[in-house]
């Protein structure tokens, strides 16, 4: 028996030997999604408070929060022909007795889309189509539930759902000329603004931007279809300096069909990047910011009387990021974020202006606002504690400023919130575990788990998969800079391994948390470490979560600290016993590829290759909102934008580049890499180039996303 047993327990040592030298491929992480984690998609609560909905394929199915049981179904896709059981995604009315389902979606920008889109009553079983004459854009109920407002090429309608009738608000609206309820490329990619159109309170008006783009230059992606000559694509792109579309706020009065502008002031090349009405029926906020983003101003305009005042001004020697805390109270009161005392936090205000207190104060700054209780004297924030390492959930008294943290000490955590705060599906993890989803109360009480991830927890363990280690690491002025670290799994003292460092590097991002793969790579990365390389990933100064100065020291200079700061954490890491300073290597994409494309050539004694992708090589050929928030005009700061330009720095290439784009790239624009190209050709430099055709700036695709990461791996292990 002793020796049965001994020959079990050597079989069970063979198997998990087995199962730890299975080895993470490509094909696993970008054909097969073997690594990929599960989420909550589809998932909302319902307004009585014990129930929740989740799109089950065809079939939106309700839920009991308390116990998950299933309840009923509340639509069956497969059984309406309309919809011939495909449906994208749905919208309760706000009384919830119709849904608003989308089906065949376009993606056309970042975040804007078109699709076909279907009212379902629950109450008579009936399906209607909204407007059938194309795909629309942004279609949303009337708070009573009778009509829905939407986009149809750059004009304005709504539907009435009693009798189907289509009223067309605006007449005007013309490709690459005028937009009326939706947002040109720019307000969208940088002021994340989709919708610009807002029911009223009483479903009786309807406010929303006008987009006269007719002055702002074009430009054109070409697309290769297997045709005779490439397909064109036009559309506007304000670059640095250049026109921005001219905003003008509009309303619409259902009951008059009356259509007006709105008089906010005297104004002059300047931003409306935020329309939302009070509680008061006839009463809208606009936002808007100057040019150069430092200085915003809240106005109230009475819609009736088409009458303004200023209700909020704030501004700020560096820029002022947008948000969208803003939230209207009863009883006369709004809460308003602000990073004035140097942390963004909460503040409450009265309707005349004055500020009544600030709400939340310190150095862990408030991140996110999800909502309040339904006595609207509890707000459940987010905060950013431990220099931006991690993020907390915390109950907030709007009136005292008391605050109590709902989340376990350590790691990330977010929350999506039920109305009147009831509930919450509590999302956490840290840098070594996936995220778990939770329905927890208020109080951060536990009622039942949605999502555990527990297929792929036991999946890792079948892979030899390293720590990831978060620690600090000195620049030169001594600023700690949070750093993580992959070593090989079969990491020895005393070898030296080559580095291959990765960034972004942003104005406000973080790739370093204690996060679930929070830079976004953590299987390509792995499999790179597994390899004989040691990663690092390192926030420098610039990034997010530990306050306005870090994050904005960066003004008029972007690239310039951030590439001192990678330059020292290299020779840091170069100076390390285990590290092989002769061969590190850095790769980024977007700012990232800005970013290790200075760092090659600024740090060409310390940096051997690097790997660029979709890089700006000098911000004048990128979009103004961006550009001019961090760095102003070239006419404002030529010094800025010559000295932190990769393009101008061409010369000084020593290493091995690797530089690739997206040809149907519409937000950096493959024109970046041309100049790039064209610089270093002209200096009898070398490097490697691959280009994308019909990409993006994500280059999506299995077979382009196959094919690029075969190359970026293959570079790392033949050129550091």
């Known amino acids: 028996m002793r020796r049965l047993i001994l020959m079990i327990l050597m079989f069970i040592a063979y198997l998990n030997l087995f199962a730890q030298t299975k080895s993470i491929t490509l094909e696993d992480i970008y054909e097969r999604g073997t690594f990929s984690a599960r989420g909550v998609p589809h998932f909302n609560f319902m307004k009585d408070g014990i129930h929740y909905t989740r799109l089950m394929g065809a079939y939106l199915i309700r839920y009991s929060i308390i116990d998950g049981i299933a309840k009923d179904t509340v639509l069956n896709g497969e059984s309406i022909k309309e919809l011939a059981g495909k449906i994208d995604s749905y919208t309760f009315s706000d009384d919830e007795q119709k849904l608003l389902l989308s089906k065949q979606t376009e993606g056309i920008y970042r975040y804007s889309s078109k699709a076909e889109y279907y009212v379902w009553d629950r109450n008579t079983s009936k399906i209607q189509r909204i407007f059938d004459q194309g795909k629309i854009m942004y279609p949303q109920f009337d708070p009573l539930g009778k009509k829905v407002a939407f986009v149809y090429e750059n004009n304005l309608y709504f539907q009435d759902l009693l009798n189907g009738k289509i009223k067309k608000i605006t007449r005007d609206g013309m490709k690459n000329a005028i937009i009326n309820g939706a947002s040109d490329w720019v307000y969208e990619e940088e002021f994340t603004l989709t919708r610009a159109f807002e029911w009223s309170p009483a479903g009786d008006q309807i406010a929303f931007l006008r987009f006269d783009e007719s002055q702002v230059k074009e430009f054109t992606l070409d697309y290769y279809r297997n045709e005779v000559y490439p397909e064109k694509y036009t559309f506007k792109y304000p670059k640095v300096g250049e026109a921005n579309a001219t905003l003008t706020v509009w309303n619409y009065q259902l009951n008059k069909n009356k259509l007006k502008p709105l008089d906010i002031g005297n104004r002059q090349d300047d931003y409306l990047p935020r329309i939302q009405w009070t509680r008061d029926n006839n009463e809208l906020c606009v936002t808007w910011m100057n ?74 700054e408030m991140t996110e606002c999800y909502g309040l209780d339904s006595q609207e004297t509890l707000a459940l924030c987010q905060f950013s504690t431990q220099d931006g390492l991690e993020r907390e959930l915390r109950l907030v008294n709007i009136l005292t400023g008391v605050s109590k943290v709902i989340s376990p000490s350590g790691g990330y ?51 030899p998969l390293s720590e990831v280690e978060l620690f600090k690491i000195p620049n030169r002025q001594g600023v700690l800079l949070n750093a993580a670290m992959i070593k090989p799994k079969d990491f020895i003292l005393g070898r030296k391994y080559p580095v291959f460092m990765f960034l972004y590097g942003g104005p406000g991002s973080q790739q370093v948390m204690d996060r679930w793969n929070s830079f976004g790579y953590y299987w390509w990365l792995q499999m790179i470490a597994q390899k004989g390389y040691v990663v690092c990933i390192v926030d420098n100064r610039g990034t997010g979560g530990r306050g306005e100065e870090f994050k904005k020291m960066t003004y008029l200079q972007l690239g310039k600290l951030e590439t001192e700061d990678q330059i020292d954490a290299a020779k840091h890491l170069g100076s390390l ?25 600024k740090g060409n004694d310390v940096f051997k290759s690097a790997i660029a992708v979709a890089p700006v090589t000098n911000w004048k050929w990128y979009d103004s909102i961006y550009t001019e928030r961090y760095m102003r005009r070239t006419t404002d700061n030529p010094k800025g934008y010559e000295e932190n ?24 624009h493959f024109q970046n890499s041309v100049e790039m190209a064209e610089a270093l050709i002209r200096n009898k430099k070398q490097f490697d180039t691959y280009y994308y055709p019909n990409k993006n700036h994500g280059i999506g695709g299995v ?7 075969t190359k970026m791996t293959d570079f790392v292990f033949n050129k550091i």
């Open 291 to 364: 040019r150069d983003q430092n200085h915003l101003k809240l106005i109230l305009v009475n819609t009736l009387k088409n009458t303004h005042r200023l209700l909020l001004e704030e501004k700020n020697k560096y820029y002022i990021e947008l948000h969208d805390h803003l939230k209207f109270l009863n009883g006369d009161k709004f809460l308003w974020a602000s990073e004035k005392d140097g942390y963004n936090h909460l503040y409450l205000y009265r309707l005349n202006g004055v500020l009544e207190k600030q709400v939340t104060s310190g150095t862990a």
């Open 577 to 601: 016993e285990f590290v092989d300073a002769t061969r590190i290597g850095i790769f980024g994409w977007s700012y990232g590829g800005y970013m290790s494309s200075l760092c090659l050539l």
């Open 645 to 668: 330009s990769p393009v101008n720095f061409a010369d000084r290439l020593k290493g091995n580049y690797l530089l690739i784009h997206g040809m149907a790239d519409d937000n950096v």
């Open 703 to 709: 077979h382009a996303r196959m094919h690029l990461f």
């Open 413 to 463: 955590h977010s929350a999506q919130v039920s109305p009147g705060l009831k509930y919450l599906v509590h999302s956490a993890s840290n840098i070594r575990t996936p995220t778990t989803y939770r329905i927890t109360d208020m109080e951060g009480n536990v009622v039942r788990d949605l999502e555990k991830n527990e297929a792929l927890t036991k999946k890792m363990a079948d892979y």
